[in-house]
Every structure is written in C-alpha cells, then in structure tokens.
C-alpha cells in the first residue's frame, strides 16, 4: 500500500460567514468576467459612460470666461462671440435650470443604457444564478457546507450587484467625476449633484427589482434554455405588449421594463429639467422654448404610483417563489 | 481549533423524529455513537437518508434533538456542519467549473483560504485517485470521476466526520478497492470519523468496526462488528480445490447439514468454535484441502433477522450500543 | 457440451474507436460473471451476442446461429441493461402485459403471465399499479428482472442488476437468478461488485481493453483455481503458535500478524508440502483454527490493478 495518507493537516479557526458569502460572490463574478458576452457589455456601458463624461467635460470646462467654448464659437466671427456670452450668461444667471437641465439628460441617457446593458446582462447571467445549481443538485453540497440557504442567496444577490455595479454605478460616478473634475465655477459640483443623487436612487430601485425578478425566475426551471425563455419574455414581450395602446393598466403595470421607465421619468425628473429649461429660460428663439417644454410634458410619468406597485408585486412574487424552490433536492 | 482529541461521542440524538405528512421517516431515534467507522444499513425507504440529512440539516427534524461533534444541530445552525464533510448518494456538483476548481471553491466555502484550499485540493485528489481530469470541468466527467470528486469535496476541509453514502457507487472493480482502502484509513490513520452508508454489506463489513441498522424509521441495532459475530449460529462455507460432490456425500453421511451453492461451495452449519472436527472427517475420508471460511456472511444473516424481526411495532431494543 | 454462446475472432471497432479486439471465447449453461474495467468492451459484447450489432470481423453463433437479423434467435433472449430509462406514465402492470402482447400472447394470457412474472420478483401488489416514474430505484430493478422473464428466454444477459437493491433485494435477485440457472438457463451477469459474482457465479469472463486476455482469463479457470495459492490467510485463537509451528515445519517464506488480533497470513515456501498433508499438518499444529482461505480471491488477484 503507498503511503498515500501523508497528507497535510488543516487545523485553522474556519474564517466566519461573511468571508463564505463573499467567496460565493467573487467566484461567480471571476467566473462571469471570464466570459467574452459579459466583458463586451462592460466595454459597451464604459465607452459610453466615457462619451457622456466628454460631454459633461466639456461643456464645464469651456462655459467659463475664455473658455475653450468662448475661443471655439470666436471664431465664427461676432455672431458667434455673442452666442457665447449668451450661454454663458444663462449659466450665470440661471445656474441650476442649466446645470441641472444638462446633468439630469447626461444621467437620464446614461441610466437608460445602464438599464438596457443590465437587462442584455441578466439574460445571460439568470441560468447560471439558481438553474443550473438547481440542475446539478448543488444545493446539496452548498448545505452540507457551514452555510444557509440565506447565505447562498446573499451571495447571488452579491454576483447581480458585483455586475451591476460594474456596469452601471460605476460608470455613472465616472461620468460625474470627470464631468466636475477640474470644474472653474463650483456651481457645476453644487447643481449637478441632486441629479446625481437621483440617479443613483433610480440605479438602486432597479436594482433591487430586477435581482429580485431574476432570482425568482432563475428558480423557475432546470434548463438553461428555458430560463432564457422566460425572461426575454416577461422583458421584451411584456414590454412590447405594454406599449400598445388601450391595454388595460394592470398588463402595463406587469411588464417591470414599462415600470422601470416610468420610474425612470420621475425620480430623475426628466421632464422638470425639460419644463424648466423651456419656460425659465429667457430662450428668444421661442420654438425653441415650446418643443423643450412639449417635450417634457411627454416624458412625464403618469403612472409612478402604480408602477412602483407593479415593480413590488413582481418583486414579491420571486421572492415566494425562489423560497419555495430552494429545496436541498 | 488545535489538534484536539475526537470527541467521545460525536453523534447524539434524542428522540429524534421527523414525518412527511402522514409518514413518518424517522421515529423517537435514541443513539449515542462514539467515534471509528461505523456502517449504516437498512432496508430501502428506512430513514437511513433521512437520519443523514436532519443530522445536517438539510431536512429539518420534526422533534427532538441532535448534537454532532458536540454541537446541537438546531443552535449552532452552521458551525455544526463546520467539520462535517458529505458525500450525497445522488449526482451532485456545482456545475461550470473544472474539478479542482470545484473541489478548492468548496474548501473556502468551509472557511478555508484560498491557499490551503488549493494545496489541500491537490492532495486530496491525488488521494481520491484523480489525475489529469481535474482540470476538466465537472460536467465533462464519468460517473466514476464525479464520485470521486464527490468524495474529495467531503475530505478537503480536513473534517472530523464524514458521511458517505454510498461511496463506490459507479466505480470499477479497482475503483472501488482504492476507495474502500481509503475510507478504512481515514479513521486508523487520520482520526476522522466515518458514517458510510451501503447497500454492500461486505464492504461494510471489511471497513467498518461498528454497524447501525435502521428500519421502519427506528434503530433496531447498534453494535460492533466483533460483537455481532459472535452473536450469530455458526456457519462454515467450504470451497473444495476439487471433487466436491465427494465433500457433500463425506458431510451428508456424517450427519452435517451441508447445503451446495451455485459457485461451487458448500455451506455448513455446525456448533464448534473451531474446525477441527471437520478437519478430522476430511483426513478420515481422504478428501482434498479446501478453504474454510467462518460466518462469510454474519451481518448479511444479522440484517435479515432484525429486519424481519422488526416488522412489529415496537422495538425491541433500546438502541443502547452494547459495547 | 455444445457452447451456448460461440465467439471466434470477433472483432467489433466504431470507426477507429475500439470496441473488442479479437476475441475467442466460448460460454456454457449456468451463471457467468463478466468482469472488466470501464471501456473494457462489455456492452460491445452484449449487443454482439443479442444481434444488435455485427462483428467487424470473426464469427459469433448464438444458440447454434448467428444472432443479427434473426427474430428465431432474438426471442429467446433477454437484455437486462443498466439504464433506468423507463416509459413515463405507464404502470407496472399495463408495461408487461404489453410487452408480453407484444411477444404475441393474446390479452388474457398476456395479463396473467405479467403478473406470474412479477410475483416471481416479488414486487408487491400495491406498487403495481403505481406509474413506473414513481417507484423506487429497487423496484423499478425488480421491473426490469420481470420484463426479462416474460417471454421466457433461454440466454440472459443482465448488466449491473443489483444496482440500487438493498441486501433483502439482493437475496432476492439472487434467487431468481440461481433458480433460472438451475432450469439449464444461460445468465451472464456484468458487475463491478466483485463478491456479488463470486457468490453467485462459478465461472467468469474477464474483459481488458477490448481483449480477453488469456492468461488472466486461464487463470480464472476452474482448473487454474486448483493450483495452490501463494499466500494463505488463517484465523485462529493462538496466531503466533500456528506461525511457530509452520515455520518450524520448514514450510513458510515468511508471515504476518493481521490487523486483528487473531489473523495471520502466510506466504509458502513448499505450497504442495503443506497441501499435501492438509489435514495432518493443521490438526497436529494444536491451534484451534477456525479459518483457512486463500488471501485473495482469484477473481481479486487478476482484478489487481497494474501499477499506474
């Protein structure tokens, strides 16, 4: 017989819960960012993130006296010269409708594309959360281990948000950051920063839907493929459906993207800083003025309310029926 | 948690029961088992997977209590699975990793660090028998490769107790006597404690010093192996090197109850301690040598007694361990 | 004694992927163990001999023909394979007697043979009519035995029966097969629980790596088995005495303690001295000996695995 128990003895304290939670957490994202789908997603939100931030950029950098802005638009002879001391005028004078008006649609087109790469993100990411563990019988072995079904989902819940917040927080401070960074009028920091906070509670709303959602439907069934399946429905087609017109308010309230958008709309308060940047402003070209305040009449949310509600019941629903399926068998 | 000396007990239940619906898996199970390597046998649908599973807790137990390793499994929710390793019956893996992978996620998934996970990892896969193919993923294995994994995710956090159910399942011939080497050596060479469950009552016997049977829900044996074969009548089972119709006659005529087997054995009953007498009755008739073997099968005729003895209600033992 | 089964040759390869090798071999009324490692060949042989598939070369005779394309042959055989592949919604009762319809009894008589079969297995009445999904892995076993004994057979071929059987199931199982083997039935039975077919088969097959290997399989022979073994294991009340008194004898290359404390195995110097007085040597010895067996079974010893 070979010697073959020489093995070596493992006599350490076992390190405590949170370092499992946080073992389940980061070896999924690891596993996750392995994959070409998820790093080209990452790509996709940075590089649009990193458009954004110019914009933001620039715009803070150059409407102050000599400014780039200033020296660019000079060159277009007094006309120009002239536009320019009149943007910076309005920034002057009216610091929080522009501020605000600019950084809530730098936010407002940076968490719509957050949310669409989030939801590209969960369809691929939903099998692998519970199904395919539920497949393989892992829960088995995660059980026997020192952990809970509590710990397990904490630590799925960790892979969404470790996802999300690469895909969508991350980019939305970096657009901020470089935006005021560097700025020459503090207002820019002051007047940017409630829509920035707004932002980020509009990323966490959806946040904690959407994990909810794709937890629960993760647990629907076995198969991968399936999995797919129903989420891209209960997105797309749900959605779609929505969008017809006369449908009755409980099917709009169903589809969580419909909800999300109206959402959207008013915690950022999309259509405000439309309105505002429409009426406020003394804007001569008074066309101008009416599509602005036209369309911010259009982009408000009728319906938050019951959307939110929409939002919860779905969100409910997942979580009964992800403790319903979480069985060691 | 320094090398310290195994506990005296390592599973306590009290009055364990646990019902599903109307039926009832496990009922009022009474045990108090020391340390070694135990066999746990029983009938199919006797709660033998069932007791397994509310020890760790991936059933929750109706009434009653249980502590292993000294812990109560109801309190110490998580630690007490802390060095506890199982090896399930049924396929189980995480999928989507390749098997060292695996085998080290579910070292730091009992609180190890990477780095000793992964040298532990190493180890035990070379133990378990796995060569190259741990760097394939799991989902690409054989059922003999994913029933070693299975065990080295039992035996990586270097645990003090493990339950193996069904160990040799879907391995072959030299498989299997690799891993029940191994498990006989997990408690004589590295004090780990065993809890192997099978349907091999050879297997159990070979590896294990002590055997529980459970049926209908209730221990209806505790005892060691050396115990029970003394408690058993005596069977002999001759294997003839030739001319064994000449045995049958020689044996029949003297006025043995000899009974021929399909391999080409005979099997004896008889009262003697040793086989002296038979001995004589070979060298008086002239017959040739043969090997003689004692009670080949005393836990087989000792499950089929309790078994059978059991399908009344109450119990006839207490479920004491005898030695 | 005609061979029941009758093989010269046989080679069989998918493509370049190695099925059996050129293999010769005969097989005989009674139970047979087939043993082998995983890949050795051993459903290769079995769909050979049921007509499943032909030989890419050599000659293979079943029951006095040859097996592929001939429904006289196929329906004296039965296949009890591994799998647990079992039609849903059907219960036990409705899956036999509609296999036996099939093998061309009328309705009544298909019904009653179902259930002679099934009471032979000894699965009970109330499991019957349950669907076949929600039976246990032991009974769904005992399914697939009953199956095998409807059309009556007279070559068997069961690989891996006891899987999932505990020790009551097993007994019987057991039972039926040696019962089937008394009737003059040929059963081949594939295993990798070594004791299983050492209790119940007398004659085995060994399969390596598409081969049968001759000298391991001669070795398996009964007459191989004859020949003195190397090394011997005793149990009895005073090991050292018996160690002392053999040593004294001049017969023993060397011998250990086991790990009980009344084991203890030797190796031979001169195995055909001590055979050959048995008896003499073992009663004048004075231990009160109670066990004298090979320390490995045949079976074992050509099972071990070479160095890897």
Known sequence: MEASLDLSRWRDPPRGVAYRRWVILSTGLRRLLRQWFFRALLVLSWAGAVVLALVGFIFSQSVGVGGTLDQFLGNFGPRGAAVAATIRGLVLLYPDVVVNSLFTTIFWVQAYLGCFLSLVALTALTPSLVARDRASNALTIYLSRPLTSADYLIGKLGIIAGFLLLVWTGPLLFTWLLSVLFASDKDFLVYSFAPLLRALLYNGIAFAALSAIALGVSALSRSSRSIIVIWLCLWLVAGFVAKVPHMPVWMQRASFSRDLSQIDSEVLRIDRALIDAGQELPLTNRRLAENLTQAGDHTAATDFGGSVTGLAVLGGLSILLLFRRLKPE | MASSPPPDVIIEAVKLSKSFGEQRALSDVNLRVPPGTIGLLGPNGAGKSTFIKCLLNLEAPTSGSARVLNRDIRESHRSSRERIGYSPERDCHIGGLAGCEYVTYCGQLSGMSFRAARQRTHEILDLVGMGQERYRPVDTYSTGMRQRVKLAQALVHDPALVFLDEPTNGLDPSGREHILTLIGSLWKELQISVVMSSHLLRDIERVCDRVIIIAHGRVIEHDSIAALRTRNRRIIELTPSSEAPRFLAAFTQAGLKAEPLSNGRLRLETEFDSIEELLRLMQERRLPPAEITANPDALHELFVQAVAGSAEPPPLHGSQPRS | ?308
């Open chain 3, 1 to 308: 004694m005609n061979a029941v089964v009758q093989a010269e040759d046989v080679s069989r390869f998918y493509g370049m992927v190695l099925g059996l090798n050129n293999v010769s071999f005969a097989l005989k009324p009674g139970l047979t163990g087939i043993v082998g490692p995983n890949g050795a060949g051993k459903t290769t042989l079995f769909r050979l001999i049921l007509g499943q598939i032909r030989p890419s070369s050599g000659r293979i005779r079943v029951l006095g023909a040859e097996p592929w394309n001939n429904p006289a042959v196929a329906k004296r055989l039965a296949y009890c394979p591994e799998g647990d592949a079992v039609p849903a919604g059907l219960n036990a009762r409705d899956w036999l007697t509609g296999l036996a319809m099939l093998s061309g009894r009328e309705r009544r008589a298909a019904r009653e043979r179902a259930a002679e079969c099934l009471d032979r297995v000894k699965l009970a009445p109330e499991h019957r009519s349950k669907s076949l999904a929600a039976l246990s892995k032991g009974m769904r076993q005992r399914v697939k035995l009953a199956q095998c004994l409807l059309h009556d057979p007279d070559l068997l071929i069961f690989d891996e029966p006891m899987n999932g059987l505990d020790p009551l199931g097993r007994d019987d199982f057991a039972a039926v097969l040696r019962d089937l083997a008394g009737q003059g039935k040929t059963v081949l039975v594939s295993s990798h629980i070594v004791p299983d077919l050492e209790a119940l088969c007398a004659e085995f097959l060994l399969l390596r790596w598409g081969r049968i290997p001759r000298s391991l399989n001669e070795s398996l022979s009964p007459e191989a088995r004859r020949a003195w073994p190397a090394a011997t294991t005793f149990r009895c009340a005073d090991p050292r005495q018996l160690a002392r008194f053999l040593t004294d004898e001049g017969l023993l290359r060397g011998w250990d303690l086991g790990p009980e404390e009344d084991r203890l195995q030797v190796r031979w110097a001169e195995p055909e001295r001590f055979f050959g007085d048995f008896h003499g040597l073992l009663l004048r010895s004075g231990a009160r000996i109670r066990e004298v067996r090979h320390s490995e079974t045949a079976l074992q010893q050509v099972l071990e695995p070479p160095a890897r």
